[in-house]
């Protein structure tokens, strides 16, 4: 167990030369900023890992795969530096998965939002079922996808990019996301979703290590700056979110969603 908190945990178990990450939020796989540093820890200690060829990222429940940022946390943030400090959460993460040499397949079992969208693109080989819809609603709230913008961007591309950005309030199908190559698989059911994970994870976790890990490289050549950009983009919504707009928009969302 790398981090328990309550019902919130964070675990990683190595098999077969496959590590299995798994994260888990009662309010619907929400990532606070502690959550997200021990995911980017998680991320560094499989990398390190002799034991581990291949890494599958899945998270907990029946719900959501992950619906991004904590709101409860956003609300908390008092000055720009806190706020720069919690959405770099967010880029530490992306940039663990980015620089991570092995090879990463990602289990979207639900929903995605905001920074899960992120989590999901800068997986490198993302498996889907059917209802794992996906939507970036952070212009909704006042801010903008920022820090996970270059990883949804590098997947799907700029227009398609610029569409989910700017439509912040409606969902994009799985197979809508499937289309545009955010998810290399969509499945009807998990039963099959799984087999599918379980198939190409014993292959990789066969395969030359060395091989894989020079595949990795040449999968996010020209993202090598990333470290200094994703500061850079969390630094924006990092002011943006001391906006009266921005703290008005949050607590209207989370009234709408007890409704």
Known sequence: MIYKMGEAY???LTKHGITTI???HPKSNSLPAEMLHSLSVAFQVAGDDPECRVIILKSGGEGAF???ANFDELLQIETKEQGLRFFSGFGTVINAMRKCPKLIIGRIHGKCTGGGV???AACDYAIAVQGADIKLSELAVGIGPYVIGPAVQRKIGLSCF???AMDAFMWRHADWAHRKGLYAELHHDKET???SIGRIAEKLSQANP???SELKKAFWEGTEHWDEL???KAAISGRLVMSKFTRDAIEKFKQKVKE
């Open 118 to 120: 992120g989590i999901a």
């Open 162 to 164: 610029s569409q989910i």
């Open 193 to 195: 979703m799984d087999e």
């Open 22 to 24: 798994e994260f888990f």
């Open 210 to 212: 060395e091989a894989t």
């Open 10 to 12: 964070i675990k990683s």
């Open 66 to 68: 992950c619906a991004g």
């Open 230 to 232: 994703l500061k850079e």
